[in-house]
């Protein structure tokens, strides 16, 4: 079973940055970020395949980057430049065998 398991998050200065990482069993096809802030519907921040393609939220070009390291079935989140709208519970997504597993998710708090 594929059980996405996520660490870093915290609080952070608007301007700051933060990396977030999770680890998924099984080499997942796709591994991603998805946040949900209060009162909004979880959004897609991030994501990016085995072979590399990825895939990014228009409001994070340029200051996000994820990449992956396939050896641990890990993927990581570089977050730069954060802005408070950044706020969220963030989660990790791993899609294997048409399947969708989620993580249990992580804080990010953008504040002064």
């Known amino acids: 079973q594929v059980v996405p398991v996520e660490s870093g998050g915290g609080l952070v200065q608007p301007g700051g940055s933060l990396r977030l990482s999770c680890a998924a069993s099984?080499?997942?096809?796709?591994m991603g970020w998805y946040r949900q802030a209060p009162g909004k519907q979880r959004e897609l921040v991030a994501t990016i395949t085995s072979a590399g393609v990825t895939i990014y939220a228009d409001s994070v070009k340029g200051r996000f980057t994820i990449w992956r390291d396939n050896a641990k079935n890990t993927v990581y989140l570089q977050m730069n430049s954060l802005k408070p709208e950044d706020s969220a519970v963030y989660y990790c997504?791993?899609?294997?065998?048409?399947?969708?597993?989620w993580g249990q998710g992580t804080q990010v708090t953008v504040s002064s």
């Open positions: 997504k791993a899609a294997l065998n048409s399947r969708a597993y």
């Open positions: 099984g080499n997942p096809f796709s």
